[in-house]
């Protein structure tokens, strides 16, 4: 079992920065990718930013420039910074981690979101 938590969520004015973070835990052998999704209410989840367990990194188009991902490895965490915020990045915020367990199985999971509320 792997299990996903995030935090940071919350409410901020446009303009404003949030730091989201993510910690995986359980029987990791090793993580792949870990990456950020968004979803709003009546639409499918989207990618917002992963990264690679080599660091290479891929950002959705809407969020480039204005948010990082970052891993600390030694932590199982990921961390996503997000500055210049726009009401459109209003959504919930899921960690996706992905890679094999001790034991040899694969996993792919999902933390429960965090919710992002931009507004004045």
């Known amino acids: 079992q792997v299990q996903v938590v995030e935090s940071g969520g919350g409410l901020v004015q446009p303009g404003g920065s949030l730091r989201l973070s993510c910690v995986a835990s359980?029987?990791?052998?090793?993580?792949?990718?870990m990456g950020w999704y968004r979803q709003t209410p009546g639409k499918q989840r989207e990618l917002v930013a992963t990264?690679?367990?080599?660091?290479?990194?891929n950002y959705a188009d809407s969020v480039k420039g204005r948010f990082t991902i970052s891993r600390d490895n030694a932590k199982n965490t990921v961390y996503l910074h997000m500055v210049s915020l726009k009401p459109e990045d209003t959504a919930v915020y899921y960690c996706?981690?992905?890679?094999?367990?001790?034991?040899?199985?694969?996993?792919?999971?999902w933390g429960q979101g965090t919710q992002v509320t931009v507004s004045s």
């Open positions: 996706n981690v992905n890679g094999r367990r001790l034991g040899g199985m694969e996993y792919d999971s």
């Open positions: 359980g029987s990791i052998f090793s993580i792949y990718a």
């Open positions: 990264i690679t367990s080599g660091t290479r990194t």
